[in-house]
T-cell receptor, first 111, second 114 residues
């Protein structure tokens, strides 16, 4: 069935280091891949997204890469800061309405 | 700012009770969704609606029902609540387009069933 695997489930980095979160999807029909950040007690917020006709997208300190052949996509955060600490979710979209979310990565940035 | 509003934010109730969670939005989006979030399981889709006359089941619809009262309002009901429905519930909206559009979430309703 359709699923999205997300790794790691927890990630601790020192402030200033980079963080990478990886997702693998199963349905090759997926063509849109958003990433959400959820701070403690808050709603998930879209931070970056990528469509299948693009291999990489960058927005300041965050970037997303997509390998359609391998069905992998990754979130890269550089120069991490304490306010980057949150749970991050990836999603794949095998249909026009359907989001399949990963199980989340809890990122801790240590000062 | 246009937003997605959920009420109540927190609810504690007993097994067997009927509960309604409400969602309203000022984003002008046609598409609305209900998800539940459980630790370690991410977000799972309960129901979705593409317009007032369109209601569809998601992957975990058993034990839930929905009503789309207007373009801006989409409510979720638990007819007879059970403890394993204790979770964080999110409403989301998205715009209509030829390709997938970002989903915008409300603040969530934390529901505890005793």
């Amino acid at each position: 069935g359709e699923n999205v695997e997300q790794h790691p489930s927890t990630l601790s980095v020192q402030e200033g280091d980079s963080a990478v979160i990886k997702c693998t999807y199963s349905d090759s029909a997926s063509n849109y891949f958003p990433w959400y950040k959820q701070e403690l007690g808050k709603r998930p917020q879209l931070i970056i997204d990528i469509r299948s006709n693009v291999g990489e997208k960058k927005d300041q300190r965050i970037a997303v890469t997509l390998n359609k052949t391998a069905k992998h996509f990754s979130l890269h955060i550089t120069e991490t800061q304490p306010e980057d600490s949150a749970v991050y979710f990836c999603a794949a979209t095998p249909g026009t309405y359907k989001y399949i979310f990963g199980t989340g990565t809890r990122l801790k940035v240590l000062a | 700012d246009a937003d997605v509003t959920q009420t109540p934010r927190n609810r504690i109730t007993k097994t067997g009770k009927r509960i309604m969670l409400e969602c309203s939005q000022t984003k002008g989006h046609d598409r609305m969704y209900w998800y539940r979030q459980d630790p370690g399981l991410g977000l799972r889709l309960i129901y979705y609606s593409f317009d007032v006359k369109d209601i569809n089941k998601g992957e975990i619809s058993d034990g839930y029902s929905v009503s789309r009262q207007a373009q801006a309002k989409f409510s979720l009901s638990l007819e007879s609540a059970i403890p394993n429905q204790t979770a964080l519930y999110f409403c989301a909206t998205s715009d209509t387009g030829d390709s997938n559009q970002p989903q915008h979430f409300g603040d969530g309703t934390r529901l505890s069933i005793l």
